[in-house]
């Protein structure tokens, strides 16, 4: 009881950002189906939590022209009515390039976070390092940014947490391995063929049933 009230002290003083097992392998497997596309999505929290940023999900936005400006704004409207029913709100951005070797945010990435901390004053931007996807590889592939005195800066990556991460590791590699990242549907997917969900409930109900019995959460 005393070392979660410790770990809890310590998330609120260094403003930690806590990825859950859902997030993470959703944005895993986007940059999986699409693996010479950049991609781009949107992180989301709960509305009524307060203190450190958790962010819950993710939803997978463009695979395609991510700066065509109509096709994202449509999307961030989307999402934010559809956050709105369903008591979450967007925190944050995250993107993978087509270049592996390059994890650097984007103009396209600093305009649409930039966007997001307009509403959310402690939004994230998330850069996937492709170099770091590998199976093998035993870090998270995962470069954040925070915004301070109007600029984006590195986060300490003392301060990013993904609790459980060999489990999670463990999950995204195995949807993988079974094919299941096609079973996601980003919004550029959904534009194509409107009936795609790009809420992605049957994906969110398979990443459940695996992280049940690992971590029991999600």
């Not at 993978?96 to 997001?116: F, R």
Request: aromatic share 6%; net charge negative.
């Amino acid at each position: 009881m005393i070392q979660l009230l410790l770990t809890w002290i310590q998330l609120v003083v260094m403003g930690e950002v806590e990825l859950s097992c859902r997030a993470y392998v959703k944005m895993f497997l986007h940059s999986c189906l699409f693996p010479r596309c950049s991609i781009n999505g949107l992180l989301l929290a709960s509305s009524s939590a307060s203190g450190p940023v958790c962010v819950t999900d993710c939803v997978p936005l463009l695979h395609s022209h991510l700066p065509l400006a109509p096709i994202t704004q449509l999307a961030l409207t989307q999402v934010d009515v559809w956050c709105s029913q369903t008591q979450q709100r967007i925190v944050g951005y995250y993107q993978a390039n087509a270049c592996v070797s390059d994890s650097s945010p984007t103009p396209c990435a600093l305009k649409i976070a930039d966007k997001i901390s307009e509403q959310f004053d402690s939004a994230i931007l998330l850069m996937l390092d492709g170099s770091k996807m590998s199976p093998d590889y035993r870090v998270p592939p995962i470069v954040m940014y925070e915004r301070k005195d109007s600029r984006w800066t590195l986060k300490d990556k003392h301060t990013i947490m993904l609790r459980q991460w060999e489990e999670t590791r463990a999950i995204a590699n195995q949807m993988l391995e079974s094919g299941d990242h096609t079973l996601l549907v980003d919004f550029d997917s959904h534009l194509d063929d409107i009936t795609k969900d790009w809420t992605n409930q049957k994906l969110n109900t398979k990443i459940a049933e695996l992280a049940s019995p690992a971590n029991g959460s999600m």
